[in-house]
């Protein structure tokens, strides 16, 4: 399994909108709706920001939405604010009870 | 209060062996299947195996098929993850991670990660 495609980076001032996509294939992204998003900041574990495309967790601000269109799925930050600053990782069922993690996004809060 | 507690990580030779374990609180450890993940330095998260909640069945990746080892003990809480002959390319902190409550899909909760490193 290879591991889904995301920027490297995205940048936005406070208050803008990001996105962060995140592109794999028929066989993991657009094969299931079991996409999910985590934030990670420096030196700290991942915490779960979207599941299952576009849900949020109890406590995740509405300012973080999460969407798929055939093997791509996103992340969007809406208001970003500079506690938003952090890496972002999607996740992917890919079938046989496996998964897969996206390459990583780094988001600055200019 | 929901959490998770890894140890057993350290420093091993090529070839060496380590066992992880996972201890958990807050929640009903048996009825939730749980995940290791990992993360090389610098790197992404890897997905490496996940377990079933009574441990009969359980899921490796590809990269550490066959070295390592899943396992449970629902009486004492824990999970644990032997892995053996350890490889360089497995130096990562490792994280364990409970099934998500509102998708089996996710990980909702994660603890703060065992650092194992493979030196030669």
């Known amino acids: 399994q290879s591991a889904l495609t995301q920027p490297r980076s995205v940048s936005g001032s406070p208050g803008q909108s990001v996105t962060i996509s995140c592109t794999g294939t028929?066989?993991?992204?657009?094969?299931?709706?079991?996409v999910s998003w985590y934030q990670q900041h420096p030196g700290k574990a991942p915490k779960l920001m979207i599941y299952d495309v576009s849900n949020r967790p109890s406590g995740v601000p509405d300012r973080f939405s999460g969407s798929k269109s055939g093997n791509t799925a996103s992340l969007t930050i809406s208001g970003l604010q500079a506690e938003d600053e952090a890496d972002y990782y999607c996740c992917s069922y890919a079938g046989s009870s496996s998964y897969v993690f996206g390459t990583g996004t780094k988001v600055t809060v200019l | 209060e929901v959490q998770l507690l890894e140890s057993g990580g350290g420093l091993v030779q090529p070839g060496g062996s380590l066992r992880l374990s996972c201890a958990v609180s807050g929640f009903t450890f048996s009825t939730y299947a749980m995940r290791w993940v990992r993360q090389a330095p610098g790197k992404g998260l890897e997905w490496v195996s996940s377990i079933s909640t009574g441990g009969s069945a359980t899921y490796y990746a590809d990269s550490v098929k066959g070295r390592f080892t899943i396992s449970r003990d629902n009486s004492k809480n824990t999970l644990f993850l032997q892995m053996d002959s350890l490889r360089a390319e497995d130096t990562a902190v490792y994280y364990c991670a409970k099934r998500g409550d509102n998708s089996a899909y996710s990980q909702d909760y994660w603890g703060q990660g065992t650092l194992v490193t493979v030196y030669s």
């Open positions: 028929s066989s993991d992204v657009g094969g299931y709706n079991y």
